[in-house]
């Protein structure tokens, strides 16, 4: 599975306004919203889900990124988005440190493989250091797209 397979980039935020946990998940849900990728009515249910995903144990990995997931009903396939925070935001990482980038990963619950999938998927790239610096470099929308395609043709090339 690609990271293009799943991440909506019509919804990615290139700076979150956003200056917290919680706010930076209402943010981009919103977003996926926006970009028709989710149901707008299903905003605070699925704002809710992710939240509730996160009281269980926090999903900053450490290292500036957090991937944020839930699963829930009104979402009909895999979709994934990603918001970027310029200042940094405190989303209890397991390492103490501000979070930088923001991969926001919604499921439907009857599809568990695509959800494991996109999520290994998501982790490995996150785990490159060239990944996350060109991320929390990135000062627009386009950079972050283009780092998405790059990232699956090399990943995929075997580099």
Not at 50 to 60: F, K, P
Not at 61 to 86: D, E, L, Y
Request: charged share 25%.
């Amino acid at each position: 599975m690609k990271l293009t397979d799943f991440i909506s980039t019509k919804a990615i935020i290139a700076d979150l306004t956003a200056t917290d946990r919680d706010g930076a998940i209402a943010e981009l849900v919103q977003s996926l919203a926006d970009a028709g990728d989710v149901p707008r009515s299903k905003v605070d249910e699925l704002i809710e889900a992710v939240l509730e995903r996160e009281r269980v144990a926090t999903t900053g990995m450490g290292k500036g990124v957090a991937m944020p997931h839930a699963k829930h009903a009104a979402v009909k396939k895999v979709t994934a988005t990603i918001g970027r925070s310029a200042e940094g935001i405190d989303f209890n990482a397991l390492d103490q440190a501000p979070v930088y980038s923001v991969v926001l990963l919604l499921s439907p619950p009857d599809q568990p493989e695509q959800h494991l999938q996109a999520m290994e998927t998501i982790f490995r790239h996150l785990q490159r250091d060239n990944f996350r610096r060109f991320m929390r470099q990135a000062n627009a929308k386009g950079e972050i797209v283009d780092l998405v395609q790059e990232a699956d043709s090399t990943l995929n090339s075997g580099s």
